[in-house]
Structure formats: C-alpha cells, structure tokens
C-alpha cells in the first residue's frame, strides 16, 4: 500500500471517529437547535394517554402551525448563531435552516412532478399543493 | 420481510435516532469507497452514515441487485447510490479538505400522492478565515476548507447535511408505486432517480445556492453570499451585493430578470445550450400578430430546428366556447382544417401528448398550444416515439393575440403563416448578453429560489428548479453548466 493511500486511510478513519462523537452530541442538541420538528406527541382521545401522532394527525398540526417566525405578527426573524473559528474567521450553523427540498407530486395521469424549494415550510406547501397548481410547470404533461 | 420503517411513519424516536447515530458498518463502508476513490479523484467524499441500526443505510431487507448497483439489501444499495454520486462530484472538484457529507434515510412527509423526497444543503458558511478570496463573505463551509486547505468547519460537524426519504414509494400513504430506483444506470421508468436527485442536492451543499434570502432580500447577519458576486439584475445592470435587499427580493420574481455573470459558466454556455427555439407568425392576414414568439419547448416530436416547419396556422374548434383540445379524434371538419398545416389548440382536459397524437393523425405538420392560464413560457411533457411533428406552447396571452388573427378563415386557409424553427442568434435559457439565466418565477412560489437555472434551458440542466426525465449524471460541459458554477465561486 503506497504512503498517500496509508495516509489517507489513516485521515479517513479518524474522521470517521470524529464524526461518530460529534453525531452522538448532535443526538441530544437536535432539537434545541432546529426548532423545526422536535418531539410531537398527541393525547389519545380514548385512552387519554400521550402517543405519537399519526401521519394525518402529524399533517394537521403542521397545517396550524405558523409558517414561519415572519409569519407571526410582530415576531422579528430570528438571527442565526454565530460562530468563532479555530484559524479566524467567523460563521453560521445553518443547519436544516436553509436546506433545500426536493418535493415530488404525482399528478392525475399518474405522470410526476418535482420541485425544488428552499425551507421545511415552503416543502410543506409543495406537499400540499395541487398538481395542476404547481407553480413550477417546466415540464406539465397536460 | 417489508423495510424497516414501517413500524411508526414519521415516529420522532427514528428521526431523532437517525439524525444523531453513525453506524459503524456504515462508516466502514465508507472509509474503504473512499480509500478507493482517492486513488483517481481530485477530491473525497465522505458520506458519514446517520442512521440508527436496522434503518436507513442500515435497512436489512433484502433487495436484488438493480442497474449496477451490487447492494444486496436496501441500505446497502442506499449507500451505493449515494457513493455513486459522491464519487461523480469527487472525481470533478479539487480539494485537499475530505468533504463529509452527514447523509440518512429517515422517514419524511408524504401523502398518496406526493412526497419529499429528500432534502440538503450547507450545514455551516463561513467567511473571513484564512485564504479567504473575499473579504466579508460567506462561503460555505465545504468550499471554504478547499480555499483555505484546511477544515474550517466545526469539528465533526458535516460540510453538507443530506436527508433523504426512507418511505418513499414503499407505503399506501407515501406516493406508492414511485419508490427511488436505486440503479445506478438511469433505468428509472416510472421511479425516481436518486443518484440523479443526489447529485442535484449534493450541489447544493457544495454551494449552488445563495445564503441570502430570496423573498426579502435580506443577507444573514448583513454579509452577503458569494453567490451574490455573479448573480445580475439584468434590468438595472448591478449584482446581488450591489442592490438593496428590496432590490434583491424583486428581482426574484421578476420573469427573466436575474442572469449568472460568472465567467465560467458564460464561457461554456455556447458549448452547451442549444439555439432557443422560436415560434415565427406572418402572412398576408397575420395583422399585428406578426413576429417572433417565445415558447415552451415539447419533451416529445423532434426538436425545433432550421429550416423550420412552416405552414398555414389553422385552430381546431371541438367545444362550444370555439377551443379546440384535440382530446378526441378530430371530426372531419376540424381533419379538414389541420390535413397540411399546423394545428392551434388549447391546453386542458388531456395530456400534451393526446393532443398532438390527435392533430398528427388528422395529418397536421406541427401543433401549437395555447395554454389555458396565466403565466410564463413553460415546456410540455410526456413521451410517444409515435409522434413525428414538431410542437410548441405559447402563452395565454400570447395564444389570444394569435388567434385573434384567425379570425376571418376558409375551412382550409387562414391567411397566417406558423414556422416551427430555432433563434440561431440566441441561445435557450439565455439573456441578450448570451449569460444564463436564473429561475425567477413571475409568480412567487413559496420557497422558490433563486438559486437554481432558469427552466428554459435547453438541453434541461441539472440545477433546473425540478428534476427532468431526460438528465444524464453529468455535471460538466458540453452537458452540464453545473460545475461551471461551483468554479466561479471558487471551486
């Protein structure tokens, strides 16, 4: 094994090491952080204990929910963290914050669609939008 | 045995699982993909397994190997298709820095009919750190350890975080029938491609997309994207970082108003888009509806080309209001009329491709739709290797001005003159400078961004706003202007 592939092993398996601590932590910070999805559960209406909510029921719950914190009356957005780096330098944890969405609909011939938008609440808009009203129409088949 | 996710769809204890644990064999996988993939790529990619045991990449159903991909269960073959891409982009970029990609599969949103698919992006930006081409800009944190040889991003935090569905496809309440198609060889039929939708998201980690917020114009923490360098308002001339964010956010959403003034990617551009296609009215009666008309482009029927397709434009009539829709034979009245000319219809009721099955059958040379809504140019889909005459769509507004010089006709003339051919002056998707444009829908979508290519095109380009049947996995010319990009803003 040459000297560039030992190193690069040895890079790899110690990222891989790095990555599996870092992970662990993300485990229990995830939800502080995104503020997006977090724990839901639902009070049973027969047995009254607390559950997980089903799809339909998960569904609802996000339909009530504000779309975003600009969408509350008087709510300023908030600002992202920012960050200090190890060599100068400053930053932003994004996170899910800025993640772009891939959403697919199929349309009544059976026929697919996808949309690319940027943000949990616009995919849920594109979940929920009619085929035929999707404004992203490059390739409609009717 | 049914896939691992079907206990709970959506259950937080997966999602939290998935988003917080590295599977070991995972990891292994891999450290050895990509010790191989060293050996000839100018970059590596790490795709760091999140998922929990027995889920997602770790999903032990079995599966048959599909296209290329080995996988014997279902995470297996996940993690190929994700390998796979990652080693397209890592055999294109240059960087010293290992790129770490925290990928899983975790159930997300669905109904009968629609889905997320999956979702990605940038986990950190960074500006100010060492090597930093700009000062006071954001980079994201992949391209910025590149340009700074070292790993900028917070210890052990991924560069790009990519999260996928795991219960596409696989579940009544999950677009069933439309499950990701795992191959590697783009035999996807009726499914949804995944390494092509990888390479597209992954894309986006690595920077094809502005951090500045495209409904208000507003940049994080009052720095702008080096995104924002090359992103023109063609209208008034000035870049994201010269206007205000009032500025910014109108651009967005102004039709055609936003072009890439990277030098790569315009350099490539003539080596990759072909002409604009181009809908031509004269005639005798043609009136003030003479000239040149911008239109969608059909995905079925031979591409428009010179010489062009010219003859009479004749309308079909089949519903009482005087549209035509062509979802049925055509009567002999309306045969009568399109037999050797090119047929007008109006969009609705059927499929693009009944129409022009329908005109074509009658004997018409070509077809023109007029949609049947507001809004911008817009292509037309479907496949039937049937059909042999060329087909375009304009715009309602359009269609009205057309038609309105059909008025007065025989059965058989109308006195307008249709001709089907391409611009050779100008290319698909292009700006009067030759720079490609941007997708700014007139129309504000939610969650639109500004941060794909417009979706004029022509070939469809990987970074186009929706994933088109007909992409290869190239991200480079003389296919793609994917990688252009990324190398304007410093890749």
Redesign the interface.
Same mark, same amino acid.
């Given at each position: 094994m040459s000297k560039?592939?030992m190193m690069?092993?040895s890079?790899? =398996?110690a990222?891989?090491v790095? *990555?599996?601590?870092?992970?662990?932590?993300? #485990?229990?910070t995830?939800?502080s952080r995104s503020g997006q999805?977090?724990?839901?559960v639902v009070r049973d209406a027969q047995t009254g204990k607390m559950r #997980?909510?089903t799809?339909q029921e998960?569904?609802e719950l996000?339909a009530k929910a504000p779309?975003s914190s600009?969408a509350v009356a008087g709510t300023p957005?908030q600002?992202?963290k *920012?960050?200090s780096? !190890?060599?100068?330098?400053?930053?932003?944890?994004?996170? %899910?914050k800025?993640?772009?969405? &891939?959403?697919?609909? !199929?349309g009544e &011939?059976?026929?697919?669609?996808? /949309?690319?938008? /940027?943000?949990?609440?616009? #995919?849920?808009? =594109?979940?929920?939008t009619e085929?035929a009203q999707?404004? %992203?129409?490059?390739? %409609? =088949?009717? | 045995m049914k896939p691992a996710d079907q206990e709970k769809p959506g259950h937080p204890r997966l999602q939290q699982a998935a988003a917080g644990v590295v599977a070991t064999i995972a990891c292994a996988l891999a450290l050895a993909v990509g010790a191989m993939t060293t050996a000839h790529a100018a970059a590596t990619i790490v795709i760091v397994n999140q998922n929990a045991p027995g889920v997602g990449f770790n999903d032990p159903t079995p599966a048959v190997p599909v296209g290329g991909n080995p996988g014997t269960t279902l995470g297996q073959q996940r993690l190929y298709a994700f390998q796979r891409a990652a080693d397209i982009w890592g055999a294109t970029l240059n960087s010293s820095v290992p790129i770490r990609i925290g990928a899983s599969f975790v159930p997300l949103s669905c109904t009968a009919t629609s889905a997320v698919l999956g979702s990605a992006g940038a986990n950190e930006i960074w500006s100010d750190f060492p090597n930093a081409p700009r000062a006071n800009t954001w980079y994201p944190s992949a391209l910025a350890s590149k340009l700074a040889g070292e790993d900028v991003a917070t210890p052990g935090e991924p560069h790009i975080i990519a999260r996928f569905n795991s219960r596409l496809g696989l579940f009544p309440d999950c677009l069933p029938g439309n499950g990701f198609y795992l191959g590697l060889d783009r035999n996807f039929g009726d499914q949804v491609d995944l390494v092509t939708v990888l390479l597209h998201e992954f894309a986006h980690g690595l920077g094809f997309q502005t951090f500045t917020d495209d409904e208000t114009g507003e940049e994080i923490l009052g720095i702008p994207s080096i995104w924002d360098y090359y992103l023109l308002n063609n209208r008034t001339n000035r870049t994201w970082v010269e206007s205000t964010p009032a500025e910014r956010a109108q651009s967005a959403v102004t039709w055609r108003g936003l072009s890439w003034n990277g030098p790569r990617v315009t350099a490539a551009v003539p080596q990759v888009l072909d002409p604009m296609s181009n809908l031509n009215i004269s005639g005798a009666a043609a009136g003030t509806a003479g000239g040149n008309y911008e239109v969608g482009d059909a995905s079925f029927g031979p591409p428009l080309s010179n010489p062009p397709v010219r003859g009479q434009l004749m309308p079909v009539v089949d519903q009482a209001n005087g549209t035509g829709l062509a979802c049925d034979p055509l009567n002999a009245l309306n045969s009568l009329a399109v037999r050797g000319n090119i047929a007008l219809v109006d969009r609705g009721t059927c499929d693009f491709v009944t129409k022009a099955r329908n005109v074509q059958a009658a004997g018409a040379i070509g077809m023109v739709v007029a949609d049947n809504q507001p809004g911008d140019v817009a292509g037309m889909s479907g496949n039937d290797p049937s059909i042999t005459i060329p087909s375009v769509r304009v715009t309602q507004a359009n269609g009205a001005t057309i038609k309105a010089s059909l008025q007065r006709r025989s059965r058989t003339q109308s006195g307008v003159v249709a001709s089907l051919g391409v611009n050779a002056n100008r290319l698909a998707g292009t700006d009067p400078q030759g720079r490609i444009l941007m997708y700014t829908p007139t129309i504000y979508s939610p969650g639109s961004t500004v941060s794909h290519y417009t979706t004029e095109a022509k070939p469809n380009q990987l970074m186009e706003p929706s994933i088109n049947d007909d992409l290869t996995h190239e991200v480079t010319p003389p296919r793609d202007l994917t990688y252009p990009l990324l190398q304007d803003i410093g890749w």
């Open positions: 560039q592939k690069t092993l890079m790899l =398996a990222l891989c790095l *990555a599996t601590v870092s992970m662990h932590a993300r #485990a229990q995830k939800e999805e977090g724990m839901v #997980a909510p799809p998960l569904r996000r779309t600009a957005p600002q992202p *920012a960050l780096g !190890r060599h100068g330098g400053h930053g932003v944890r994004l996170g %899910e800025s993640l772009v969405y &891939d959403v697919v609909t !199929r &011939d059976g026929k697919l669609s996808s /949309q690319c938008v /940027q943000g949990e609440d616009a #995919a849920q808009h =594109a979940l929920h085929h999707q404004e %992203e129409h490059r390739h %409609e =088949a009717r | -």
